[in-house]
């Protein structure tokens, strides 16, 4: 998290993000208290992330606009869904339904379960930037390559718009 936020990659949902998991962490293991839902969330809350990272080490490569890139893509939105709303929802229940877990724990399990809802909102929403991208490389025959970058793809007005923003992965 210090890192992500010197290095200017974290934004305000990200720093809260780790602050509630660091708290709820160490709040369970001084108590003793909530090992088997903290392990169980941590096994539903990572296993996306180095699919993640290797996107985002992709787009650092300058491999954004790539095959590969957009493969990745989708396994990452596919296996973030699947672990952190599906199998995390349910682990967030087990955790709130029982009375010996932290009140701290319980809060930080369903915080993080409805900011992993606002993620795959996004995700969504990428997901539908993804196809406009799409139907314009299909308008002029512009095809992406696997492992670099074509260079037709800079005239074209998504790549371009995207050259402006603020990239936080």
Known sequence: MVACIILGISDINMVFHHILVIVSEYSGILYSL???????AIISAEI????????????????????????????????YTLA?????????YFL?????NLLIVQISGILIILQ????SLNMISITKKRFKELDERN???????????????????????????????
Not at 55 to 74: C, M, P, Q, S
Request: charged fraction near 20%; include cysteine.
């Open 34 to 40: 909530s090992g088997r839902e903290m392990i169980s």
């Open 96 to 100: 709130c339904l029982c009375e010996s």
């Open 48 to 79: 996306s992330n180095p699919i993640m990272h290797l996107r985002t080490i992709l787009d650092n490569f300058g491999l954004k606009h790539t095959k590969i890139y957009l493969v990745l893509e989708a396994y990452y939105f596919i296996s």
């Open 139 to 169: 308008k002029f025959n512009i095809p992406l390559y696997w492992f670099s970058f074509n260079d037709k793809i800079a005239n074209l007005d998504y790549y371009i718009k995207s050259q402006k923003e603020k990239y936080v992965p």
């Open 116 to 119: 992993s809802v606002k993620y």
């Open 84 to 92: 952190r709303l599906l199998f995390g929802t349910y682990v967030t």
